[in-house]
């Protein structure tokens, strides 16, 4: 059974700095790996979507990786400004299967000026 | 584009009482999904439609939960009757292609049981 772990659960930085937000995964076949932002009160905003033939994927100052073997994946967010407080969430498919997404619970990330 | 649709965007209702949600997808996207996300947790699927067929409704507490999708466009979640632990916000989601695409989601409803 496929499961997604969220490293740290909440980060507080000040403002400039580069992070790295960290997702596990427990069954490494997986179809793809997406990564999404969620401001309070809102949906879920796709920030990249990483092909399981990929290792990364870049979109402005966000760069996410991919390491299938590991069962990991890195989001990291260059020069950090406080519009990236939000928190974030990476999910991957169910083991064996490429339709539901199963999710972490997300990193909690407040970034101050 | 416009994006997924949902409504209302908040509800606050008794337990034992009943509350509908409303979704239209993102125009052509077969693949409609709804999640349920439970303050401090991850979204979790609830059910998941290609057209007006049902894929995958394995998480969908049957007894108290339905959804339809009759013209393979909008659909619509129903909760009768309500319990407390019902409280979270409820997600849909469309993609493009059943099977690995991108998922866009919609601002969600937040619903309050009392």
């Known amino acids: 059974k496929q499961e997604v772990t969220q490293i740290p659960a909440a980060l507080s930085v000040p403002e400039g700095e580069n992070l790295v937000l960290n997702c596990s995964f427990t069954d490494s076949a997986i179809y793809n790996l997406q990564w999404f932002r969620q401001d309070p009160g809102k949906g879920l905003t796709s920030l990249l979507l990483i092909q399981s033939s990929q290792r990364e994927q870049t979109s402005g100052r966000l760069n996410a990786s991919l390491d299938k073997s590991s069962g990991r994946s890195t989001l990291y967010i260059a020069a950090s400004q406080p519009g990236d407080s939000a928190t974030y969430l990476c999910a991957v498919p169910p083991s064996g299967g490429y339709n539901k997404l199963i999710f972490g619970a997300g990193t909690r990330l407040a970034v101050h000026p | 584009e416009a994006g997924v649709a949902q409504s209302p965007r908040y509800k606050i209702i008794e337990k034992r009482q009943s509350v509908a949600f409303w979704c239209n997808p993102i125009s052509g996207h077969a693949t409609l999904y709804w999640y349920q996300q439970i303050l401090g947790q991850g979204p979790k699927l609830l059910i998941q439609?290609?057209?007006?067929?049902?894929?995958?409704d394995s998480q969908l507490p049957k007894d108290r939960f339905s959804a339809e999708r009759l013209k393979g466009v909008d659909s619509t979640l129903k909760i009768q009757p309500a319990k407390l632990e019902d409280s979270a916000v409820y997600l849909c989601?469309?993609?493009?292609?059943?099977?690995?695409?991108?998922?866009?989601f919609g601002p969600g409803t937040r619903l309050t049981v009392t």
């Open positions: 989601a469309s993609s493009l292609v059943p099977q690995g695409g991108e998922q866009y």
């Open positions: 439609f290609q057209n007006n067929g049902v894929v995958d």
